[in-house]
């Protein structure tokens, strides 16, 4: 079993910054691709950005390219979101995932995922 709890979230204005981080702990909980979802009211629950392991190598989804990184330390098991350029639409439940997705295409899916966070609220105003 692997826990991740999630933290940093909070309420900034379009334009600022904020930065989760995601605690993971349990067995082996450092050899997991990191991903992070996010799921805004009314909304499905979609692919954020991820960091696989062990090459380390961090995917994104074009909405959030070149304004979020992603970064992971295996040695205290935590990953870190940093959030940039912050807009309304960003506003969201953010959640920390783990997994070993078998492909590209499931490092960006739900079901490439088999622990999860309870996730951290992020509100951005206009």
């Known amino acids: 079993q692997v826990q991740l709890v999630e933290s940093g979230g909070g309420l900034v204005q379009a334009g600022g910054s904020l930065r989760l981080s995601c605690a993971a702990s349990?067995?082996?909980?450092?050899?997991?691709?990191m991903g992070w979802f996010r799921q805004a009211p009314g909304k499905e629950r979609e692919f954020v950005t991820a960091?696989?392991?062990?090459?380390?190598?961090?995917y994104y989804a074009d909405s959030v390219k070149g304004r979020f990184t992603i970064s992971r330390d295996n040695a205290l098991n935590t990953v870190h979101l940093q959030m940039n350029s912050l807009k309304p639409e960003d506003t969201a439940v953010y959640s920390c995932?783990?997994?070993?997705?078998?492909?590209?295409?499931?490092?960006?899916?739900?079901?490439?995922?088999?622990?999860w966070g309870q996730g951290t609220q992020v509100t951005v105003s206009s």
């Open positions: 960091v696989t392991w062990p090459a380390g190598i961090a």
């Open positions: 349990g067995r082996t909980s450092s050899t997991y691709t």
């Open positions: 995932a783990a997994g070993n997705p078998a492909s590209v295409d499931g490092i960006r899916r739900v079901y490439g995922y088999i622990y």
